[in-house]
């Protein structure tokens, strides 16, 4: 994630507040919970110099998370997560190796970093990255990180606006695509076209809560959506700074707030069904999700 401070306060401040509450309801064992697979997890350096492995592995417990899609700046992070619990973690490959690089995607080196990393093949995807302008997608770097991501059936997690995003669509369609905060500021109009557009294409809705249920109520642009496209979504909590692992239970439960208010079947779809066909079944600490 980057950028939108005001949005990141307000979410934050909603999350506070949840995650009082649920610290206040002990009764609320996790396997009661709707089980999660949380698509957007970051264990970067601020994060594993702060909690261990074991601690991480707790929040998501507790938070009755039973998979999650993990990425890190740098690597490692993901790979410390990982080796602690391959059950749950599923490892996605972060071309940052300092730091969020905003011109990685010019940059030889990375994507030889890149492909060298893959080379552990333990990794289910690629991202999450960032492209903030269309001929940000049209390099030759990007073209050759397309080419490895078709080549081991791996899926792209790309924070993106709409252009960038069919520019990498339009050099393959045959690439598997997660769009981060299903494009953070696009409404539910243009995920509907790029869903209808592009069969393989998922969305991850972390950020994007507040926009879903305004005022706690059920956006109806967005309800149809997901009555529509059921397969296409996923959830997440992006925990790109520590604050956000601060607070991890109440963003998991903010989801939940609007998957309460779906059809049991699509609410389930969304919360977890949709990234078990993607990345697999798991789970461990008490929370399981069959296949
Ligand atoms: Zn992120």
Known sequence: MMGGAVKTLSVGLLAVALAAMALSAPAV?????????????????EAWESYSPRVILDKLTAAGVARALVSSTPDDGTLKLYREDK??????????????????FRDRGVIDYVAGRLGRGVYRGIGEFHLLYESDAR????????RMAVARDIILHVHSGARPLRALFAIEPKLKI????????????M?????????????ELSFRAEDIVPDGRLDP?????????????????????NGRWEIYSGLVEEHRRWLALLP????????????????GAGGRGGVWISP
């Open 139 to 146: 390099t030759p770097e990007i073209r050759r990180l397309i």
């Open 29 to 45: 064992a996790a396997e009661k919970m709707l089980p999660i697979f949380d698509t957007h997890v970051h264990y970067s350096r």
């Open 178 to 189: 997660l769009w981060a905060h299903a494009g953070m500021a696009a409404p539910p109009g």
């Open 191 to 203: 995920i509907r076209r790029l869903l209808e557009r592009y069969p393989q294409l998922w969305t």
């Open 264 to 279: 049991r079947k699509v609410a389930k779809a969304i919360a977890h069904g949709n990234a078990v066909k993607l990345f």
């Open 221 to 241: 642009a967005w309800r149809q959506l997901f009555l529509d496209h059921p397969g296409r979504f996923m959830v997440g909590t992006d925990t790109y700074i």
């Open 87 to 104: 059950e749950r973690i599923v490892p996605i490959l972060r071309p940052y190796r300092g730091r969020v690089d905003i011109g990685w």
